[in-house]
Nanobody, 128 residues
Framework: QVYLVESGGGVVQTGGSLTLSCKVS????????LAWFRQDEYGEREFVATISWVTGVTYYGDLVKGRFSISRDKAKNTVDLQMNKVKPEDMGVYVC?????????????????????WGRGTQVTVSS
């Protein structure tokens, strides 16, 4: 079982920066890939970024590539999402997810169904 608790959401201006954090606990962390998804007002989940807990290898969605950065801290058991050059379309609920590591999670074949554990999310609001 894996438990995920997000924090760090809030209001950020267009072009600004914000850092989200996901506290990870449970067993078998070394078998996991951790990810961030953005959930819109209709409940649709869009992939943002993923990271291997063991190797630190990362993969990003096209809309955030070059602007966002995902990292993990094994000592603190956290996965952070550094959001830079924020755009209005980045607004939404950011949800942390974990799943058993599979190479396809780091390709365009990634699917939310690969992730079996989900946090409750943290709201990011972008102001103009």
């Amino acid at each position: 079982q894996v438990y995920l608790v997000e924090s760090g959401g809030g209001v950020v201006q267009t072009g600004g920066s914000l850092t989200l954090s996901c506290k990870v606990s449970g067993s078998g962390l070394d078998t996991l890939a951790l990810a961030w998804f953005r959930q819109d007002e209709y409940g649709e989940r869009e992939f943002v970024a993923t990271i291997s807990w063991v190797t630190g290898v990362t993969y990003y969605g096209d809309l955030v590539k070059g602007r966002f950065s995902i990292s993990r801290d094994k000592a603190k058991n956290t996965v952070d999402l550094q959001m830079n050059k924020v755009k209005p379309e980045d607004m939404g609920v950011y949800v942390c997810a974990a799943g058993i590591y599979r190479p396809v999670m780091f390709t365009k074949g990634l699917d939310a169904d690969f992730f079996g554990w989900w946090g409750r999310g943290t709201q990011v609001t972008v102001s103009s």
